[in-house]
């Protein structure tokens, strides 16, 4: 089972929020850098980027199945 943590980075300027996404699993750990525009509190920033990190793995999940000729599960 994996695990996925938001670590706020930093806040540019213009209202946009640099996010890590920190995903840790069996098979080892990646961190993703997620740029969004502010959403206006923490939680619905926080939201969002769980939002896009949820469907960039389910991509990324789509992807790997291609590449490897493995029925889609149904995500």
Known sequence: MATLELI?????????LLFNVRVTSTGGKIELPIAIEGQGSV?????????FALGFAKDLE????????VENSGL
């Open 8 to 16: 706020t980075v930093e806040e540019r300027p213009g209202g946009q």
């Open 43 to 51: 939680a619905s920033n926080e939201t969002t980027v769980l939002q």
């Open 62 to 69: 789509a992807s790997v199945r291609l590449r490897l000729g």
